[in-house]
T-cell receptor
Framework: GDSVTQMEGPVTLSEEAFLTINCTYT??????LFWYVQYPGEGLQLLLK?????DKGSNKGFEATYRKETTSFHLEKGSVQVSDSAVYFC???????????FGTGTLLAVQP | GAVVSQHPSRVICKSGTSVKIECRSL??????MFWYRQFPKQSLMLMAT?????????EQGVEKDKFLINHASLTLSTLTVTSAHPEDSSFYIC?????????????FGPGTRLTVL
């Protein structure tokens, strides 16, 4: 069935390291794809999105490219900061119902 | 982006009482809102879809009589946890759907931490 698979965390990096969080999806058609970020004790914030194949979403130094051929939407950042420490959720929009299908979330811990 | 607020941010109540959580879209109208529940260190679990002016659609396994949802206006949806018990303690998050030409996007509220004693 429809699902999103994220790499398991926690991911622990030193400040200024390169970040990749893998995300793949199983869905019919070509859904819109999202990355949300959740800081401790808070709700989710939309980080970036892509609506069609080869689209690149970007925000705050984060990027993700919609790869139809590999059904992936990996999140990357060239140089992480301590303030990026949070849980990152990959998701896609199930168009018929507008429901979001979430991955399990990946905890990122950035150490100074 | 669109701003969604929730009130209260935290609530502690006694077992057996009812608690109402409000979700508001502050700078846009939302015909569709969603209610989620999140357990510690887990992903979000969709509870129900709230549609303005009609009954909410509940996900399988969610008790509609226990989690009452009202979406009486285009900017407000409420979730009432009736006769709350300690197992209802959780983080409840709402989202509002924004329709754009490119795609529909859900914008989330900051969440409400419910603790039932």
């Amino acid at each position: 069935g429809d699902s999103v698979t994220q790499m398991e965390g926690p991911v622990t990096l030193s400040e200024e390291a390169f970040l990749t969080i893998n995300c793949t999806y199983t869905a019919t058609g070509y859904p819109s794809l999202f990355w949300y970020v959740q800081y401790p004790g808070e709700g989710l914030q939309l980080l970036l999105k892509a609506t069609k194949a080869d689209d690149k979403g970007s925000n705050k130094g984060f990027e993700a490219t919609y790869r139809k051929e590999t059904t992936s939407f990996h999140l990357e950042k060239g140089s992480v900061q301590v303030s990026d420490s949070a849980v990152y959720f990959c998701a896609y929009l199930f168009g018929a119902t507008n429901k979001l299908i979430f991955g399990t979330g990946t905890l990122l811990a950035v150490q100074p | 982006g669109a701003v969604v607020s929730q009130h209260p941010s935290r609530v502690i109540c006694k077992s057996g009482t009812s608690v109402k959580i409000e979700c508001r879209s502050l700078d846009f109208q939302a015909t569709t809102m969603f209610w989620y529940r999140q357990f510690p260190k887990q992903s979000l679990m969709l509870m129900a879809t709230s549609n303005e002016g009609s009954k909410a659609t509940y996900e399988q396994g969610v008790e509609k009589d226990k989690f009452l949802i009202n979406h009486a206006s285009l900017t407000l949806s409420t979730l009432t946890v009736t006769s709350a018990h300690p197992e209802d303690s959780s983080f409840y998050i709402c989202s509002a759907l924004v329709n754009t030409r490119l795609t529909d996007t859900q914008y989330f509220g900051p969440g409400t931490r419910l603790t039932v004693l």
